[in-house]
């Protein structure tokens, strides 16, 4: 399960089945995919702050599951 905090209403939303980000199918979009690697939700990356996943908290870029932007 993954916590996202998203910046527009500073508020967060849980993603049960989530496991990791990804990058989306554009460079303005992030990915939120479970273990089979199938996408549960996207967002433009505008959008997220950062996530959280087992306490520790992630921004988009700086996780090991994402690429860097091109």
Known sequence: M?????????GSV???DAVA???GDTEDEVK???AA???LVIFR???VV???NDGQR?????SPETSPPV
């Open 58 to 62: 992630l921004k988009v870029d700086d």
């Open 14 to 16: 849980l993603i049960p």
């Open 2 to 10: 993954l916590n996202v905090f998203l910046s527009r209403s500073g």
């Open 45 to 47: 990356r505008q959008d």
């Open 37 to 39: 690697g199938r996408a």
């Open 50 to 52: 950062s996530y959280s």
């Open 32 to 34: 939120f995919i479970d």
């Open 21 to 23: 980000a990804a990058p």
